[in-house]
């Protein structure tokens, strides 16, 4: 217990740290599984392949092995990035087609008669999606996207071992410092993580009593 | 006549099949002394029958023949994994040397990866009898740990591309990207001490990459990782003398005084008798100068 108050400020670090990578790869995986999803349903077939491929591919593959390809394989493609951009283009685009499926499962939730509707009103595709189906979609998928969320809170964990200074980063540096205190160390880390991912969860259910649609 | 001539024929051939086979014995043969001879990768005489303190660890290791050790798996010279599984290096060797002269011969060693994170731990539960893996000694491990040796006495050390001129000590790495491992001693210092910018891995191979495309300056642990690196990668060069002594000890359990003097005094006897400078020459001295053997520090 004291060796967490004693190194507080570098907990703090690691846990802004760990913050920062959530928020920036959370919006970022929003973004782009959000746009995932609508090439996955586009009338397009080129599109739809594209977005298959790609889900298909990032999702199979382990975070360990993104990560390895983002900060050791694209220097010597001649894209050198800092280490913690590596590591948010890393995340965000393993975690946007765990959005994009979430996403998916909702669309094919709305009843077909919306699109059909909104389709002999004359909107175009995009404004099928943004006006009619999306907002629908989203508001059932609530849940599985908090999911999502909260592993990649989780994930970023990885990021300490290529480079980038965070909330596990913190407790090697402790326990290898504190060799007797290892057990109170990872109960705090733990702990910071906790903080996280429970108002993530308490998020998740606030949201879905104001707007969540079930069917 | 028939049958005296097949028996004799009998005979005959039962004769020579037995001095034949008596002819091949088996590898290992007893000398005078009691020991066998040439045992395992680093040919260390096994002891026969030694005996130990009743109720002490060596008494239960050397009659189980069996000890299991953790060493490292990823370090070049000093514990490395080769390609049959099993790890080479000095340490390895300091490791076998201890296990031989508990009875115990190298095939019955179990190795187990300890890296910087679990020594400790490991040690705690008992899933490893010693610990011969780089590890420093210092003050804080003490309270958990005890220690044998020291076998060996590295020092920090700074390792940079052999293009950079600008860096020639540590106190050229103040505001500098550095790598290290996360957690080791030193990383802890070059940040501390000198006031470098921390680039962490697990791993110290993972820090070869950014430093040969410039996204770190240098790579900072004890001379003898990096130079096992530079061994294997002619792009890089070590600068500077070592500034930090890191003595290197043997792990075991807390307050097993009895197995701690024994490993000392097996230590002591391979120092004087050179087998400790063999072991050397043969592992890590392949690379590096043999330094002599450090004063151990029995307490």
Same mark, same amino acid.
């Given at each position: ?8 400020? @570098? ?6 740290? &760990? ?77 946007? $087609? ?24 004359? @909107? ?5 999606? &943004? ?21 990649? &809170? ?29 057990? $109170? ?31 | ?8 024929? +009998?005979?005959?051939?039962? %004769? ?7 002819? /091949? ?27 130990? !303190? ?58 187990? !990866? ?5 020594? !400790? ?57 550095? /790598? ?26 993972? /820090? ?7 996204? %770190? ?5 004890? *001379? ?27 792990? %075991? ?10 490993? *000392?005094? +097996? ?14 020459? !043969? ?9 002599? #053997? #450090? +004063?151990?520090?029995?307490?």
């Amino acid at each position: 217990m004291k060796v967490i108050l004693e190194n507080f400020g @570098l907990f703090w670090l690691g846990f802004i740290s &760990t913050l920062k990578l959530l928020g920036v790869s959370g919006i970022g995986a929003l973004l782009l599984g959000t746009l995932m999803a609508s090439l996955r349903v586009s009338p397009f077939g080129s599109f739809r392949a594209l977005s298959a491929i790609y889900t298909e591919l990032l999702r199979n593959t382990p975070l360990t092995l993104v990560f390895f390809f983002c900060v050791f394989v694209l220097p010597k493609l001649g894209i050198v990035l800092d280490f913690q951009i590596s590591a948010i283009v890393a995340l965000t685009a393993y975690t946007a $087609p765990f959005v994009a499926e979430a996403l998916r499962s909702g669309i094919n939730g709305v009843p077909i008669g919306q699109a059909e509707a909104a389709r002999s009103l004359g @909107l175009r595709f995009d404004q099928v999606l &943004t006006l009619v189906v999306l907002p629908q979609a989203v508001r059932m998928v609530i849940p599985p996207l908090i999911n999502v969320f909260i592993a990649l &809170t989780k994930n970023t964990s990885v990021a300490g071992g290529f480079f980038v200074f965070e909330l596990f980063s913190v407790g090697k540096r402790l326990a290898n410092l504190h060799g007797s205190a290892v057990v $109170p160390i990872l109960v705090g880390i733990a702990c910071f993580y906790l903080l996280i991912t429970v108002p993530l969860g308490q998020l998740s259910q606030r949201l879905e009593a104001r707007i969540a649609l079930v069917r | 006549m028939r049958q005296a001539r097949f028996t004799l024929a +009998v005979f005959v051939v039962a %004769v020579a099949g037995a001095l034949t086979l008596n002819s /091949c014995g088996d590898s290992s043969k007893t000398s005078s002394t009691g020991n066998a001879e040439a045992n395992g990768p680093y040919q260390l005489a096994v002891k026969i029958d030694p005996k130990f !303190e009743a109720g002490s660890t060596m008494e239960k290791l050397s009659k189980a023949k069996k000890i299991t050790i953790g060493t490292k798996f990823d370090q070049p010279l000093f514990g490395l994994k080769g390609p049959d599984g099993k790890p080479r290096g000095f340490d390895v060797a300091i490791g076998s040397l201890v296990a031989s002269r508990l009875g115990i011969p190298y095939e019955n060693i179990e190795w187990v !990866e300890t890296v910087s994170l679990n020594r !400790e731990p490991f040690l705690q539960q008992g899933r490893v009898d010693i610990v011969v893996a780089t590890y420093t000694i210092n003050d804080e491990r003490k309270k958990v740990v005890d220690f044998a040796g020291p076998y060996y006495e590295a020092g920090q050390s700074i390792m940079v591309l052999k293009s950079n001129t600008d860096v020639k000590g540590p106190e050229d790495l103040r505001g500098k990207p550095v /790598c290290s491992v996360e957690g080791s001693t030193p990383a802890a210092r070059i940040v501390k001490d000198y006031g470098a910018n921390l680039v962490a891995t697990d791993a110290y191979s993972k /820090c070869l990459e950014p430093l040969r495309n410039g996204q %770190v300056i240098a790579v900072t642990t004890d *001379n003898v990782i990096l130079a096992g690196f530079v061994d294997q990668n002619p792009e890089f060069k070590l600068v500077g003398e070592p500034f930090t002594k890191e003595p290197y000890g043997i792990g %075991v359990k807390k307050n097993d005084d009895k197995l701690r003097a024994f490993i *000392n005094d +097996v230590l002591e006897d391979a120092e004087k008798d050179g087998t400790w400078k063999r072991l050397w020459q !043969e592992t890590a001295g392949k690379v590096l100068p043999t330094p002599s #053997p #450090p +004063v151990l520090a029995r307490y």
